[in-house]
Every structure is written in structure tokens, then in C-alpha cells.
């Protein structure tokens, strides 16, 4: 999801922000957080993912602002709620970069200056991660944690980018030195939870693209990528994050389907380190409508059944109506053959400070809409014999 900060809502601007003093040099600190809750590793079974050792499909939602909340009773009491509800996956922004070290109140997990990129693993830096993955683990929540946002929200490739030299995103999967500083980025935070059976999935990025480019500029970076963190990690999945453009099967010949954003998304599904394929679902920004995302989710469970792994339809999400727009979308997705999961975009709930973060598209914890695309749906996802 391409986040406008413009959407944010003041409330969740103040709990964002209402973040401890940011240190001028990064702590050395590498505490990982305590390894205490039961569960096996998340997995795949065919066309189906596994957790806790059952198979079958999963609900679940997004939260990129989880991994930036200071105080530990909230992040405690999402995960009660999503727990109590029946929500099994959540996705959590796993980076949070920037150019200069931030003032007073402000978390940040890497700071990118000069050609030299230094991990905060302080209080205000993965110190916070390491509490969300903790308070996962207690409560049997799986995270997929990804390491760059293509948008220049919370940093992304362009912090990388304004660091070391170029002039768009394109050029961070050519360069050797910004590959060079990810990697690394990788190598940290998979070291710290690389035991956890709070993780889902490592994910490469949130919706990488390279506009105009080959589709082989993706597709090697994402080979190269997630086989450098299958080394690392074996023993978890690894996903690409991307939207699931770049797809002949039952194209209409819409933008989304099309190459022009440089993916191939069944031509990376046949990445032996790539676990599973992920795709979004935005018509009002790709100019199509809401029913047209019928089909988009029938045509990449397909793809998938063809590549012999599971789909995760891992976000979408509208600005208003939400429940007659979105519960359509879920009961199709739940029906189609390759398709095991999926996180609606995104999760909000009632914190300490007031409302989490809206960026136009949150649906509230408590509310109608929870009631509609939660609870029911989970209703129907056991009712189906799947859950």
C-alpha cells in the first residue's frame, strides 16, 4: 500500500510521533527478545499454508505502525484483540529508514548518511521490533516482517538512494553498494528472531516495482535476495511483497496485468527460494473497479495452482464501504483453489493515545465493519471446512 501521509489522521500522527528522544549515534545493543511461547514454524503444505501443525486458511491484516509504538500495554492489547478475534497473520513494516537521525520522539531502525548505512538497535530502533515479536509469540500471532518499502514512506529505497548516489528507486537493484547495505539490514534483523516461531515469512519489500525496466531486473534481484535469505534462515518462508502485476492468465488487458511495472508474477512463482506468491488489490488507484477484483484474485490462484504454491492475498482494502465492497473479494478469495490466506489493509484499534493510525482505509476493532469482515469471516472460513 502506497501510504500518503496526508491521510493520516492528526490522532494517529500524535501516537506515531509520541515516540522517546532519538539517540545522535546508534546503540550497540543486540538484546533479541525471549523466546517463550509455544508453536512449530509456520509452513506450506501444496497449495495450502500450516500453522501450529494445521493446515488449511488463514485471515489475518496488516499494521505498518506497530513496530513504532513505545508503549508495550498497546502492542499487547492489538494482539489480544487479534488473537481474541480469530486473526492468525499479521504484516508489519520491518524497516523504518531515514537520512538523519531524527529529533526528540521519532523511532527509527537504520540510518542511511554519506555512503554508510548504521542499524539502530537501541530503545527507539529494533528494540521495538524485538516487543512486537515477543508479544506475538505469547499470543500465537504469525508476522510477516519486510525489510524496504518501495515508497518513500518510513524511508524506503529512495533513503537508500539519496545516501549512496542515483537518481530513482530503479537504480537501488543495480547497485552494489545499496544491495551491499540492505543485505545486511537483512542479515540483522533475520539474526535477531531467526528462532522465533512468531515468524511467519521474511519478505523482501512492500511492493517493489521498477517501472519501464525488464522484468529480469526484478526477477534477478528477487532470486538473488531470497536465496541470500534462505542461507541465512532455512528454516522460515520468504515471500516477494509485490502486488502480483505481470499475469497472462485471464488477462483482460488491464493496466495491472500488464509488465510495465517490471513483474512477472508467475515467472517468479518458479523461484525455487520464493515460498509462496503474494498480490494486493487497489482498483480505485489502478483504474478498474471494485468487481473487476473478482477476477484478479480467481487469475492468481490460478497461477499459483499452476506453480504448485499457495497465494496469500496479502492486501486489500477501500475508503468507504468497506464491508459491501471488500466482503466480496474475501468470500472469492476463499473459494478459489490456491488462494490460503489473506490480510485486509489495515487494522486499526483504540491504543493508549486514542485511534491508531488511518490512512484512509483502517477499519476499526469493535466496530460494524470488524464485525462484517472479522468476525464473519471467520465464521465462514470454519463454516467452509478450511479454517
Not at 78 to 91: A, K, P, Y
Not at 180 to 206: C, G, H, M, T
Not at 221 to 226: A, H, K
Amino acid at each position: 500500500m502506497k501510504l500518503s501521509h496526508s491521510l493520516i489522521s492528526l490522532a494517529g500522527l500524535a501516537l506515531v510521533n509520541a515516540l522517546p528522544q532519538a539517540s545522535t549515534s546508534t546503540p550497540s545493543s543486540t538484546s533479541t527478545p525471549t523466546q517463550t511461547a509455544s508453536g512449530s514454524f509456520a509452513t506450506k503444505s501444496g497449495l495450502q499454508f500450516v500453522i501450529d501443525g494445521e493446515a488449511g486458511y488463514f485471515p489475518g491484516s496488516n499494521s505498518y505502525w506497530i513496530g513504532f509504538l513505545t508503549n508495550n500495554d498497546d502492542v499487547d492489547l492489538v494482539f489480544d484483540h487479534m488473537s481474541e478475534s480469530g486473526l492468525r497473520i499479521l504484516r508489519v513494516w520491518g524497516f523504518n529508514d531515514v537520512n538523519e537521525v531524527p529529533g526528540s520522539g521519532t523511532v527509527y531502525f537504520q540510518l542511511h548518511q554519506d555512503g554508510v548505512s548504521t542499524i539502530n538497535t537501541g530503545e527507539d530502533g529494533l528494540q521495538r521490533l524485538d516487543y512486537v515479536v515477543q508479544s506475538a509469540e505469547e499470543r500465537g500471532v504469525k508476522l510477516i516482517i519486510n525489510f524496504v518499502n518501495y515508497w518513500n514512506d518510513y524511508g524506503g529505497m529512495n533513503a537508500y538512494v539519496q545516501a549512496y548516489g542515483g537518481s530513482s528507486n530503479a537504480d537501488f537493484y543495480a547497485s552494489s553498494e545499496m544491495q551491499a547495505a540492505y543485505q545486511a539490514y537483512i542479515k540483522a534483523v533475520v539474526s535477531r528472531y531467526i528462532d522465533s516461531p512468531a515468524v511467519f515469512a521474511w519478505e523482501l519489500a512492500n511492493e517493489p516495482r521498477c517501472q519501464g525496466c525488464n522484468t529480469s531486473v526484478l526477477h534477478n534481484w528477487i532470486e538473488e535476495t531470497s536465496q541470500y535469505i534462505k542461507e541465512l534462515d532455512s528454516q522460515h518462508m520468504v515471500c516477494i511483497g509485490d502486488e502480483g502485476f505481470g499475469l497472462d492468465t485471464g488477462s483482460d488487458g488491464s493496466y495491472p496485468y500488464g509488465y510495465s511495472e517490471g513483474s512477472d508474477f508467475a515467472a517468479a512463482l518458479t523461484i525455487e527460494t520464493v515460498d509462496f506468491g503474494t498480490f494486493h488489490l487497489y482498483p480505485s488507484s489502478w483504474g478498474t473497479d471494485n468487481d473487476w477484483g473478482n477476477g484478479w484474485i480467481t487469475s492468481h490462484g490460478a497461477a499459483c495452482e499452476a506453480a504448485g504454491k499457495p497465494c496469500l492475498f496479502e492486501e486489500y482494502g477501500v475508503t468507504s464501504d468497506h464491508c459491501t465492497i471488500e466482503k466480496p473479494w474475501q468470500t472469492t478469495a476463499l473459494n478459489t483453489t490456491g488462494v490460503s490466506a489473506d490480510l485486509y489493509w489495515q487494522y486499526g484499534d483504540t491504543l493508549s493515545t486514542g485511534a491508531s493510525p488511518d490512512d484512509g482505509n483502517t477499519f476499526y476493532y469493535g466496530t460494524d465493519d470488524f464485525e462484517c469482515l472479522v468476525t464473519e469471516h471467520v465464521e465462514a472460513i470454519e463454516a467452509s471446512g478450511r479454517g
